[in-house]
């Protein structure tokens, strides 16, 4: 079967994406969201990736910057990339009351909305079944 170039070009980026995706969220679990080089190659082997971690990092300076301390190298997110983070999470709690409004009357017999506290901003969802 031909291979189809374009096609290949779009699942590598996704692909690259989607590991760049992953390590952004490794490195949020870390204390001071600053994650060790080494610590990272041991995540790089579980996902898939041969080569070494920092070569990845290097090749991605508006997402990860990497640094040296103490002869040890880390890495945490980059400027750019924090930013684009702060951006996502800004959408995702404006957007929320319509994802809400949406998808919580299409299941009724899941998931109600409740307000505990009396205050239009503290509306929870409830778990029915």
Not at 17 to 42: E, G, Y
């Amino acid at each position: 079967m031909k291979k189809e170039p374009n096609l290949q070009s779009v699942l590598s980026r996704n692909r690259r994406w989607m590991v760049n995706n992953q390590i952004k969220n490794i490195i949020f679990r870390c204390p001071n969201q600053v994650a060790s080089i080494d610590f990272l190659l041991k995540k790089f082997k579980k996902l898939g990736l041969k080569g070494k971690a920092l070569n990845w990092l290097k090749k991605y300076p508006c997402c990860f910057e990497v640094y040296c301390e103490n002869d040890e190298y880390f890495c945490r997110l980059a400027k750019q990339m924090k930013f684009l983070v702060e951006e996502v999470e800004n959408v995702t709690d404006l957007l929320e009351p319509v994802f809400v409004e949406r998808i919580v009357p299409k299941y009724s017999d899941m998931f109600r909305v409740v307000n505990c506290t009396g205050r239009q901003s503290s509306m929870e969802i409830e778990l029915m079944s």
